[in-house]
């Protein structure tokens, strides 16, 4: 099992910059692929991006493309999720996701992810 906590988020103004991170517990956090999910209020929770085990495979989605990066560092058991040109429609709550896989491989689909943290809250105001 792993336990994924979120920190980073906050108030930012359209065109700022933030940098989440996801600290994972336990000693087998790279045999795990990770990913970012958002939820904005009254919408369902879609996909951000993805990083695979080794960090070697990445995937994101269309409205972050070029905007936001993510990453990993193995040897601290933490994932990122850069975020720069922030606008208003990025305000979401945003959640880390975990799920044990083959290296190379990525998810997309929030079912496909067993572990979850509890969410950091981005706001970005006009």
């Known amino acids: 099992q792993v336990q994924l906590v979120e920190s980073g988020g906050g108030l930012v103004q359209a065109g700022g910059s933030l940098r989440l991170s996801c600290a994972a517990s336990?000693?087998?956090?790279?045999?795990?692929?990770m990913g970012w999910f958002r939820q904005a209020p009254g919408k369902e929770r879609e996909f951000v991006e993805s990083i695979s085990r080794g960090g070697r495979s990445i995937r994101y989605a269309d409205s972050v493309k070029g905007r936001f990066t993510i990453s990993r560092d193995n040897a601290k058991n933490t994932v990122y999720l850069q975020m720069t040109s922030l606008e208003p429609e990025d305000t979401a709550i945003y959640y880390c996701?975990?799920?044990?896989?083959?290296?190379?491989?990525?998810?997309?689909?929030?079912?496909?992810?067993?572990?979850w943290g509890q969410g950091t809250q981005v706001t970005v105001s006009y």
């Open positions: 996701a975990a799920q044990q896989a083959a290296p190379l491989v990525t998810y997309s689909r929030a079912n496909e992810y067993n572990y």
């Open positions: 336990g000693r087998t956090f790279s045999t795990y692929a």
